[in-house]
């Protein structure tokens, strides 16, 4: 597909990986990619299609959300696994828009993205992030992604799954659940491994899979060069996914100060999910008992274990997920993370550090070569983070791939 080229003129640059923004530059967009990007003061002698003014804006990457569920309309999640997939897709590519329009220009799903919806986006048939699946996401019977009440008399049967989750046991079940996923073109493997707030039976503290099942996961993701995202609330199940080789440790929540130390050393990923905890707990009266039970100590854990992570040196991702009512509250992700982090490093968590975690080193940054991904923030949030918490005030334009995907300036 030919892509009209576009010149940013006048831009004030954010490039995702320093502290400082660069004024006065202009940037070339040919071909979905960021051609080149003129010295401070100095102007772009090529022509393009299209040329906008950007009078100064802060022109940054486009956001990465690595922890992302576009399957998810309803918070009732075991009402998701037993709905047709065909509907799941509709809902979500609706939702697929809506981000977008919050500035991600990619998401990470950690469970349900099916690949027809992930095939649409690459042809261009909706208007969406491009999308790194992990297809159907591996819980052990009686995990976190086993969402059968505990009076349900139906058996698991095994290796049984819904529109999100599958259930495997055993070494050879989760190496086949592995597979499967890695055959129809998952980006990489989304593993449960202690336990979570939404489901009925698993404690917050059990530990789920064993080493074996771990590692036969971890392999199985190595053998096509790729890697293991894992759900993990504790302390104890988080230095678990360090040890055993998991890249991406998902939420958590009840790190200390030495997992904090393990984790920086064995080079693990952690990627907070501070929002959904929030959204949740502004809500907890009417939550099921054994959901509001399970949230209360995380949600007072969460910020410290993000502080713990970013002492130690951990790379911290950014991520969100967010369920049902609670998406539209995505970007409020930014100013949570930045009780207990500089600005600059919570930029830099939602652009290149999630780049690099998720293994796309073109993505989250304003680089010449890399590609056109990028926000228009009218304003400088590296000094007021606030600014990404209102993005349809104050995200001017957002450009996927070198296309414009909103364009305030319009008319100007
Ligand atoms: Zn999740």
């Known amino acids: 597909m030919n892509i009209p080229s576009i010149i940013l003129r006048n831009a004030t640059v954010f490039d995702g990986e320093n502290p400082i923004l660069i004024s006065d530059v202009d940037v070339l967009l040919e071909n979905g990619v960021i051609k080149a990007i003129s010295k401070p003061g100095e102007r772009l002698f ?79 048939i909706i208007t969406a992030p491009r999308i790194l699946s992990s297809g159907k996401a591996i819980s052990q019977t009686g995990g976190h992604g086993d969402l059968r009440p505990a009076d349900e008399l139906q058996l698991c049967g095994c290796a049984s799954h819904g529109s999100m989750t599958i259930i495997a046991d055993g070494e050879d079940q989760v190496r086949l659940a592995v597979r499967e996923q890695l055959r129809a073109g998952a980006n990489q493997i989304k593993l449960f491994v202690s336990g979570g707030v939404i489901s009925p039976t698993d404690p917050i503290w059990m530990p789920q899979f064993s080493d074996a099942e771990i590692t036969a996961a971890v392999q199985e993701a190595a053998t096509r060069r790729t890697y293991v995202m894992a759900h993990a609330h504790t302390a104890d199940a988080s230095a678990r996914c360090a040890r055993l080789g998991i890249r991406s440790i998902e939420h958590g929540t009840l790190i200390d100060a030495q997992c904090a130390q393990l984790i920086a050393e064995k080079g693990s990923f952690v990627v907070p999910t501070l929002v959904i905890i929030e959204q949740l707990y502004q809500q907890i009266e009417n939550l099921p008992a054994h959901m509001a039970a399970k949230l209360v100590p995380i949600r007072d854990q969460a910020l410290a274990a993000v502080e713990h992570c970013s002492k130690a040196g951990v790379s911290l991702g950014f991520g969100t997920d967010l369920f049902g009512k609670f998406h539209g509250n995505e970007n409020q992700e930014f100013v949570l993370r930045a009780k207990v982090q500089p600005n600059f490093e919570v930029l830099r968590s939602a652009t290149s550090i999630n780049a690099e975690l998720i293994n796309q080193p073109l993505l989250g940054k304003v680089k010449q070569g890399c590609i056109a991904d990028l926000i228009i923030v009218a304003g400088n949030p590296l000094e007021d983070i606030t600014f990404m918490n209102s993005p349809d005030e104050s995200f001017t334009a957002i450009i996927k791939n070198g296309q414009l995907i909103k364009n305030n300036f319009k008319g100007e």
Request: with cysteine.
């Open 46 to 124: 090529e022509t393009a299609s299209q040329e906008l003014f950007v009078k100064g804006q802060c022109v940054m990457p486009g956001l990465i959300d690595a922890h992302f569920h576009c399957n998810s309309f309803t918070l009732d999640i075991a009402k998701i696994e037993k709905t047709h997939e065909s509907y799941c897709s509709i809902r979500a590519s609706q939702l697929l828009t809506e981000t977008l329009l919050r500035g991600f220009t990619t998401v990470r799903d950690a469970a349900g993205a099916n690949f027809g919806i992930v095939r649409a986006v690459e042809e261009g």
